[in-house]
């Protein structure tokens, strides 16, 4: 692809590598989410056999993930942002390495369309919206615990041109960047647990609670 690529007018990201730091990282993968790894991938699902037209990433935090925040690949605008019943909510960026990315199943979305994006923005909220769980009839269809952001590449020039995106912002070099630390987790409710206090007072009770595997 040549020259730069452009959304509404005025709006004109340069052709530049999503490297753009060139220190090999930022274009990984791995900075899609917090604490990324895989949980199926490209172009057969996990099973071997099943079609699969992207990469499906989890973020290892509380709650399945739901609600991690999802970041652009790379810079580049956004073509299109709305939901669909099997994408649920998603984000399509044409990036100025020539390759469209689509974010899919997310709770929200952070972005419009012809947004101006950079490395590392906010795209949106992980959840499982649209059919991330299989379709309707799946036992797994809209569940909390299949939380993920489906990431799909195509190259902007060819619509029917995917392409793994582990294997495209990946290699020895992939290495996850710092993110800042999100806030911390809500504190686990306190529920008080009934106990005799000795022999001479068997009827009389007290409660505490379980703080970091002692009591108060």
């Given at each position: 692809?040549?020259?730069?690529?452009?959304?509404?007018?005025?709006?004109?990201?340069?052709?530049?590598?999503?490297?753009?730091?060139?220190?090999?990282?930022?274009?990984?993968?791995?900075?899609?989410?917090?604490?990324?790894?895989?949980?199926?991938?490209?172009?057969?699902?996990?099973?071997?056999?099943?079609?699969?037209?992207?990469?499906?990433?989890?973020?290892?935090?509380?709650?399945?993930?739901?609600g991690a925040p999802?970041?652009?690949?790379?810079?580049?605008?956004?073509?299109?942002?709305?939901?669909?019943?099997?994408?649920?909510?998603?984000v399509r960026v044409?990036?100025?390495?020539?390759?469209?990315?689509?974010?899919?199943?997310?709770?929200?979305?952070?972005?419009?369309?012809?947004?101006?994006?950079?490395?590392?923005?906010?795209?949106?909220?992980?959840?499982?919206?649209?059919?991330?769980?299989?379709?309707?009839?799946?036992?797994?269809?809209?569940?909390?615990?299949?939380?993920?952001?489906?990431?799909?590449?195509?190259?902007?020039?060819?619509?029917?041109?995917?392409?793994?995106?582990?294997?495209?912002?990946?290699?020895?070099?992939?290495?996850?960047?710092?993110?800042?630390?999100?806030?911390?987790?809500?504190?686990?409710?306190?529920?008080?647990?009934?106990?005799?206090?000795?022999?001479?007072?068997?009827?009389?009770?007290?409660?505490?609670?379980?703080?970091?595997?002692?009591?108060?």
């Amino acid at each position: 692809m040549t020259g730069p690529i452009s959304g509404k007018p005025g709006v004109k990201i340069p052709v530049r590598p999503t490297d753009v730091n060139a220190d090999g990282a930022m274009d990984c993968w791995k900075n899609v989410t917090s604490n990324a790894s895989i949980s199926s991938g490209f172009p057969y699902r996990n099973d071997g056999s099943t079609p699969h037209q992207g990469v499906d990433i989890v973020s290892g935090t509380a709650n399945y993930g739901r609600g991690a925040p999802v970041f652009s690949l790379g810079a580049g605008y956004v073509v299109q942002a709305g939901y669909s019943d099997a994408n649920g909510n998603y984000v399509r960026v044409a990036q100025g390495d020539g390759n469209t990315v689509t974010y899919i199943h997310l709770l929200n979305r952070s972005v419009g369309t012809n947004t101006e994006v950079g490395v590392g923005t906010k795209i949106g909220e992980m959840n499982c919206t649209g059919y991330c769980g299989g379709g309707p009839e799946s036992p797994n269809h809209g569940k909390i615990s299949s939380t993920h952001v489906h990431i799909q590449v195509k190259r902007t020039d060819d619509s029917t041109a995917y392409l793994d995106a582990v294997d495209l912002y990946g290699g020895e070099s992939c290495a996850a960047a710092d993110v800042p630390p999100g806030p911390p987790p809500p504190e686990e409710p306190c529920n008080p647990i009934p106990e005799l206090r000795n022999n001479d007072q068997a009827n009389r009770q007290v409660q505490h609670c379980l703080i970091s595997g002692g009591s108060q």
